[in-house]
């Protein structure tokens, strides 16, 4: 766990997870993905006071799995409810049985424990002392909620920002992505939580607005050229940009692949957008 600002604290399990400190108790944003990083989380945080509001930033399972161990009232986008509520079980054994070998099994009730609390747009909360936004940022996915808490000037982005790693396009909406980074540029930050990688400052954001556009522009062209979706699948990369010698090259590709033809798709109509 590493406190970042005066009253926010990071801990990482394949995506970062945080807590933020209040004269009235904790405010949550995202749980890790393995169960005994979840219950070890809530017993550490548990030590700097109870868990009010946990906020979920996506639907995705690596960001919202471990919600059942958190006895909070949790908030999120309407998209993500819903994304949350379409998630099954067995894909999430099957992602902690791929990302964890050898975890404990799930307790006996669990359950995948959507938001009580949705919004579409915008809704702020007020707990003591600190003012908690959350914002609709449409990007990685349509449900994105970016957290802003101004006395801190900390943002919890989820994966519209990941810090020197690659994007995830699979279910993206790109030029909204761009236009949601560009709103966050706008905001007064200067700590910004990625939803992977390390805690940086807002230059997080301009260079995530980048790599986005690199993406965008590299199918954009290829789209001009003729190519079909399939020779852009197959032709165009970008692994380059993001070296890991740790990881499984046969599952970085088809990442990649897949998140080519969602741009493919997203963009092969509005091409005269910004």
């Excluded at 509001?53 to 995705?60: A, C, M, P, S, V």
């Excluded at 990881?247 to 969602?262: C, F, H, L, Y």
Aim: proline share 6%; hydrophobic share 40%; net charge negative.
């Amino acid at each position: 766990m590493e406190k970042v600002a005066g009253n926010v604290y990071v801990g990482t399990n394949i995506c970062n997870h945080s807590f933020v400190k209040t004269s009235e108790g904790l405010v949550a944003i995202d749980t890790p993905t393995i169960p005994e990083a979840s219950v070890a989380w809530q017993k550490e945080i548990a030590k700097h006071g109870k868990v009010r509001y946990l906020i979920d930033t996506e639907g995705h399972y690596d960001h919202f799995a471990g919600n059942y161990f958190f006895d909070a009232t949790i908030v999120g986008h309407e998209a993500a409810r819903r994304e949350i509520e379409a998630s099954t079980m067995e894909e999430l054994k099957g992602m902690i049985a791929n990302m964890a070998p050898g975890s404990a099994p799930l307790p006996d009730g669990f359950y995948l424990r959507p938001p009580a609390i949705t919004f579409s747009r915008e809704l702020t909360l007020y707990v003591g002392d600190r003012t908690f936004r959350l914002i609709n940022t449409p990007g990685h996915t349509a449900g994105q909620a970016t957290v802003y808490v101004p006395e801190e000037k900390v943002a919890f982005t989820g994966d519209n920002v990941v810090n020197k790693s690659m994007p995830f396009f699979h279910q993206a909406l790109p030029l909204e992505w761009l236009e949601s980074l560009k709103v966050l540029d706008g905001l007064d930050i200067e700590v910004v939580v990625p939803g992977h990688g390390s805690v940086g400052d807002a230059s997080c954001i301009r260079e995530m607005r980048s790599t986005v556009q690199t993406w965008v522009d590299a199918v954009r062209e290829a789209i001009k050229k003729g190519m079909s979706q399939e020779e852009t699948m197959d032709k165009v990369s970008l692994l380059h940009l993001y070296p890991d010698p740790n990881a499984d090259p046969q599952r970085r590709a088809a990442i990649q692949r897949m998140g080519i033809g969602r741009l493919y798709q997203m963009l092969k109509g509005p091409l005269d957008r910004p």
